[in-house]
T-cell receptor
């Protein structure tokens, strides 16, 4: 079955530390990849997305992610986090089935807390 | 554009009561989704509607029904609420499945006592 794994459930960092959140998916076909962020008390918003082309994609607020096809991974990175990055981060995969339909699958999320 | 709107924002129900969560989008999106979010479990898909007139079950459909009233509106109904349905419910829409991202509503926090 298709799945998305986010191995870090809780991450605590100090401001200015570097961030890398892991995301692995299990699907061998065509995928579109997303990272969403949910700030406290708010709804999910898109951080960045990958469809094709350059596997290193840049998103809003200094975030970037790298698609490594051979590792089925799409890790999220930020060189220097800020207190305002405290949020929950969700990786998502939109996978195309053999019938041509797409299915959206979310990971379980990573809660990031940045200490001022 | 208001984007995706949901009503109500908060609701408390007693076990066995029924209610309908409303969702509307004004972005001319074709597909709409209902998710529930529970601590440590991420987002789980309840039902989705790939296009007007169609609905399909997601990962956790039991205890819920949906109606795609028209292209704009997609409602979620709890016929007989149970404490296990205490959750935050998010509606989302997407222009078309494939390469597009989902847009989420602000959520409905439901407590069933």
């Amino acid at each position: 079955a298709q799945s998305v794994s986010q191995h870090n459930h809780h991450v605590i960092l100090s401001e200015a530390a570097s961030l890398e959140l892991g995301c692995n998916y299990s699907y061998g076909g065509t995928v579109n990849l997303f990272w969403y962020v949910q700030y406290p008390g708010q709804h999910l918003q898109l951080l960045l997305k990958y469809f094709s082309g350059d596997p290193l994609v840049k998103g809003i607020k200094g975030f970037e992610a790298e698609f490594i096809k051979s590792k089925f991974s799409f890790n999220l990175r930020k060189p220097s986090v800020q207190w305002s990055d405290t949020a929950e981060y969700f990786c998502a995969v939109n996978a195309q089935s053999t019938s041509g339909t797409y299915k959206y699958i979310f990971g379980t999320g990573t809660r990031l807390k940045v200490l001022a | 554009n208001a984007g995706v709107t949901q009503t109500p924002k908060f609701q408390v129900l007693k076990t066995g009561q029924s209610m309908t969560l409303q969702c509307a989008q004004d972005m001319n999106h074709n597909s709409m989704y209902w998710y529930r979010q529970d601590p440590g479990m991420g987002l789980r898909l309840i039902y989705y509607s790939a296009s007007e007139g169609t609905t399909d079950k997601g990962e956790v459909p039991n205890g819920y029904n949906v109606s795609r009233l028209n292209k704009r509106e997609f409602s979620l109904r709890l016929e007989s609420a149970a404490p296990s349905q205490t959750s935050v419910y998010f509606c989302a829409s997407i222009y078309a499945t494939g390469v597009y991202e989902q847009y989420f509503g602000p959520g409905t926090r439901l407590t069933v006592t």
